[in-house]
Nanobody, 115 residues
Framework: QVQLVESGGDSVQPGGSLRLSCIAN????????VSWYRQPPGKQREWVAT???????KYGDSVKGRFAISRDNARTTAYLQMNNLEPEDTAVYYC?????????WGQGTQVFVSS
């Protein structure tokens, strides 16, 4: 069982930056692919970015060039650096770790972007 805990959500103005963290409770974290998803108010959850166990990265079109996903396996932590934030980025952000049929989610952290 992998437990994921997200942190770093906050209220920021448009154009601001935040870094979200996702801490796992297992050293075996390194074999998992890690993704960030988000759920805007009143909308469905959507995929944001993924970093594989070999550190290949992929991004959704709406965040490409503004967000960066990374991981530190020694700290069993994944990050989502979010720059040039827009009101449309307001959402609860979730971390997900997958390895074959194993699939774990965190509880989420709230990001609010408003002037």
């Amino acid at each position: 069982q992998v437990q994921l805990v997200e942190s770093g959500g906050d209220s920021v103005q448009p154009g601001g930056s935040l870094r979200l963290s996702c801490i796992a409770n297992k050293v075996g974290f390194r074999v998992y692919d890690v993704s960030w998803y988000r759920q805007p108010p009143g909308k469905q959850r959507e995929w944001v970015a993924t970093i594989s166990s070999s550190e290949d990265t992929k991004y959704g079109d709406s965040v490409k060039g503004r967000f960066a996903i990374s991981r530190d396996n020694a700290r069993t932590t994944a990050y989502l650096q979010m720059n040039n934030l827009e009101p449309e980025d307001t959402a609860v952000y979730y971390c997900r770790a997958t390895y074959y049929s194993l699939d774990y989610w965190g509880q989420g952290t709230q990001v609010f972007v408003s002037s």
